[in-house]
């Protein structure tokens, strides 16, 4: 079914019951050629990137829980491509181009709002490294642009930018097409139009074990809901990578640790960009919803608990309001964490692993939502075709011992 | 928030404690290979469950001290010196 204003106003003549789900919930077939392990944005999208671009349609995604239920349904929804490195800048801003043409791709409306994303810069040293930011942004052929401290005033009224701030705002910069997008959609709209080449989308259907062949290669997955065979498999599953890995016999240069967001009430527009604080580790936005999504620092210990610390969720909130004071009247909402994959360069994995047909995408990190297209359309490459897609040559395994590392700075954006 | 034993000064609140990442990792030799000291630097085990780690108080008595804690539900299994070996159990 096409969604479209026509069928909306057919949905509402119909008193809402000419709506179908939007996927169907099939029963795990035995085989299939391709399993992807995650059904967050990710694994969704190497599934669609697989049927659409390689016709490989005979291709079940296996999910633990409900989709995008991890990292998907738990970051603060930015999108950007404000990266340092020649590699990193072509593989996030190919991702940032693929979500501008999303919406219309998938019939799904993404919300992707370009409303800009601007970088504060606190200290001299800040307006510095964010001239050779910018600079670097350029070189990658992305957009940017230094602001000066009444550009951003103009741009944010209710940031206190006056000298007697605690932290004074010196100048800063921004990246004009970044923003948000809806972030549930983004898995439901993946989800369905996979599931309309004829994806098998399975829930609540975790991967217990691996099933091995002659040459140590691995030929199916043991799950909670049976044995499902296949000819090769991708993993995508962010913060559980090592835990699958483990089931497969070989070790990841990943650390799970938790990340914390959390939202306020909503109010009426007060906030027209995206804003990150690197100085004071603090970033937030308005969604359209009106609530403000803050996002916070990582918690420095190995976590796998969906939940994150009060002191840095204290942290976060007193940084927010020496940037935004009027805030201080609004409560919060919720508040949660993801187990997001990090590894020492803060560069992602895409491609081969130690054990033969089996094949992974992660250790993004904390920055995974702003590349599902790009980790989807590079990991549906290396599956269908077994070598890897050109944008994710530099981000193999084999860096780690090889030594040529992507160390990407900017990856977060904040320091963690 | 959580709490962490400290050897020393008893339970304190966790923002007085830095992680140091996880504990008994052999230093390979000279003659170790790409492989060996790549895995070295950067493969982890990184568990779900019990996990041997370093910790130090570093705004209280600033020792090192090894702990093995759970990822997932965070509980304190046991606490022991630098120098000693792992416990059983994880």
């Not at chain 1, 608990?305 to 004071?325: H, I, K, N, Y």
């Not at chain 1, 919720?334 to 033969?356: E, K, M, Y």
């Not at chain 2, 390979?28 to 085990?45: I, T």
Request: glycine share 12%; proline share 6%; aromatic share 8%.
């Amino acid at each position: 079914m096409r969604y479209s204003a026509l069928a909306l106003l057919r949905g509402a003549l119909s008193g809402g019951r000419s709506w179908q789900p939007a996927w169907r919930s099939p029963e795990p077939k035995a085989a299939y050629d391709v399993l992807i392990v995650g059904g967050g944005g990710h694994g969704l999208a190497s599934a669609y990137y697989l049927a659409r671009n390689h016709g490989v349609r005979n291709v079940a995604v296996l999910e633990r829980g409900w989709l995008g239920g991890g990292n998907t349904g738990r970051n603060t929804t930015i999108v950007r491509s404000n990266y340092l490195y020649p590699e990193s800048a072509r593989l996030y801003d190919f991702s940032l181009r693929l979500y501008e043409g999303l919406s219309r791709e998938l019939n799904f409306n993404l919300m992707l709002s370009q409303r800009g994303l601007i970088d504060l810069a606190h200290s001299r040293h800040d307006l510095d490294s964010m001239a050779r930011w910018v600079n670097s942004m350029h070189m990658n052929g992305i957009d940017a642009r230094l602001l000066s401290r009444e550009e951003i005033a103009a741009r944010l009224p209710l940031l206190d930018v006056s000298p007697e701030a605690r932290y004074p705002v010196l100048g800063g910069f921004e990246q004009p097409r970044g923003g948000t997008a809806r972030h549930d959609a983004v898995a439901w709209g993946y989800a369905r139009a996979a599931d309309a080449l004829g994806v098998d989308i399975v829930q609540n259907c975790e991967v217990t074990g691996f099933l091995r062949g002659g040459h140590g290669e691995v030929t199916g997955v043991t799950t909670s809901r049976g044995t499902i065979r296949a000819q090769r498999i991708g993993l995508a599953a962010a913060g559980h990578s090592s835990v699958l890995a483990a089931l497969a016999g070989f070790r990841l240069p990943v650390t799970s640790y938790a990340l914390q967001a959390m939202v306020s009430e909503p109010v009426k527009p007060a906030l027209d960009a995206v804003v990150l604080s690197p100085g004071t580790g603090a970033y937030l936005s308005q969604s359209d919803k009106g609530e403000m999504v803050i996002g916070a620092g990582l918690d420095l210990f190995a976590s796998y608990a969906q939940r994150g610390s009060f002191a840095v969720l204290q942290g976060v909130v007193a940084a927010t309001l020496a940037l935004f004071p009027s805030f201080s009247r609004l409560k919060l909402l919720r508040q949660w964490a993801g187990n997001v994959d990090v590894v020492h360069d803060s560069s992602p994995i895409i491609g081969p692993t130690p054990v033969p047909e089996l094949f992974i995408n992660c250790g993004w990190g904390t920055g995974g939502f702003k590349a599902i297209p790009a980790g989807g359309w590079t990991l549906a490459h290396v599956l269908a075709t077994g070598r890897s897609h050109p944008l994710a040559e530099p981000f193999q395994l084999e860096r780690f011992h090889s030594g040529r590392l992507i160390d990407e700075a900017a990856a977060a954006g904040i320091a963690h | 928030m959580m709490q962490l034993p400290c050897p020393w000064c008893g339970v304190r609140d966790e923002s007085e404690f830095v992680c140091g990442g996880a504990s008994h990792i052999v230093r390979p030799g000279l003659s170790a290979s790409d492989a060996e000291w790549g895995s070295y630097l950067f493969f982890r085990d990184n568990p779900k469950g019990p996990l041997r780690e370093r910790w130090r108080h570093a705004y209280g008595c600033g020792q090192w001290f090894n702990l093995m804690r759970d990822t997932l539900t965070h509980q304190v299994l046991s606490v022991y010196p630098m120098a000693e070996p792992p416990p059983a159990g994880g």
